[in-house]
C-alpha cells in the first residue's frame, strides 16, 4: 500500500525548534522528489520546501528559507525538515508530499504548534 | 513566481453542476491538477493533467484547461461533494516550482 507517514509534530515555544519526520512505503522512494507543504488553521494549502530524488535540487518558500532545511535517506525511505527559530505563525498542519509526474499524493500530516 | 486564482467560495444546489475556476497566465500550457480537501483530512487527487482521473473518483468530476483558465467540473453535485478545493500546477522554470491557488469552499445549498 502506498501510504506517507508523517510525525514529529507537537507544541513548541516561540524561538524554538522541531524536527518532523515522513516515513514512505509503496513507492520507490529514491526515484522521486518530495516536497513539504503546510496548511495554518483555516487557511490554504502553502508550499514550503522540495528536495530532488538525489537532494542535487533544494527550494524553499520565502517564509522559511533560512529557517528550515529539508533532507533525506533513501536507504530509509524518509524525508525530514528541520524546523529552527520557530514564530507563532508557523503553527499548522504540516503534510509532506510526493511528487508523481508533477502532482503530490499527500501523508495525513502532522500538526505543529508554536506557543508559549 | 506564478500565481493561480481561484474564486473563495462557489455555491451550488444539489444536482446541478459546479464549476470552479483557477486562472494563470497562459495556464493552458501547464497541467493543472484539482486537490479535494474536507475537515480534518489531507487533500486528495480528484482531477491530474487538467482532465484525468485516479482511479475511484466518480466520473461526475471532469477538468479542462485552455488560454489563462482552467475549470473543476462537478456535475450532478451532492451533499458530500461539500469541501474546499484547490488547484495546483508545476512550474519548473521557478525556484518555487509547486503552486497552489488559493482554494475554493464548494458550499452545497
Known amino acids: 500500500e502506498e501510504q506517507l507517514v508523517e510525525s514529529g509534530g507537537g507544541l513548541v515555544q516561540p524561538g524554538g525548534s522541531l524536527r518532523l519526520s515522513c516515513a514512505v512505503s509503496?513507492?520507490?522512494?529514491?526515484?522521486?522528489?518530495m516536497n513539504w507543504v503546510r496548511q495554518a488553521p483555516g487557511k490554504g494549502l502553502e508550499w514550503l520546501s522540495y528536495?530532488?530524488?538525489?537532494?542535487?535540487?533544494?527550494y524553499y518558500a520565502d517564509s522559511v528559507k533560512g529557517r528550515f532545511t529539508i533532507s533525506r535517506d533513501n536507504a530509509e525511505s524518509s524525508l525530514y525538515l528541520q524546523m529552527n527559530s520557530l514564530r507563532d505563525e508557523d503553527t499548522a498542519v504540516y503534510y509532506c508530499?510526493?511528487?508523481?509526474?508533477?502532482?503530490?499524493?499527500w501523508g495525513h500530516g502532522t500538526l505543529v504548534t508554536v506557543s508559549s | 513566481s506564478y500565481v493561480l486564482t481561484q474564486p473563495p467560495s462557489v455555491s451550488v444546489a444539489p444536482g446541478q453542476t459546479a464549476r470552479i475556476t483557477c486562472g494563470g497566465n497562459n495556464i493552458g500550457s501547464k497541467s493543472v491538477h484539482w486537490y479535494q480537501q474536507k475537515p480534518g483530512q489531507a487533500p486528495g487527487v480528484v482531477v491530474y493533467d487538467d482532465s484525468d482521473r485516479p482511479s475511484g473518483i466518480p466520473e461526475r468530476f471532469s477538468g479542462s484547461n485552455s488560454g489563462n483558465t482552467a475549470t473543476l467540473s462537478i456535475s450532478r453535485v451532492e451533499a458530500g461533494d461539500e469541501a474546499d478545493y484547490y488547484c495546483q500546477v508545476w512550474d519548473g522554470s521557478s525556484d518555487h516550482p509547486v503552486v497552489f491557488g488559493g482554494g475554493t469552499k464548494l458550499t452545497v445549498l
Open positions: 508530499a510526493i511528487l508523481i509526474g508533477s502532482r503530490l499524493h
Open positions: 528536495i530532488s530524488s538525489s537532494r542535487s535540487v533544494i
Open positions: 509503496g513507492f520507490a522512494f529514491s526515484t522521486f522528489s
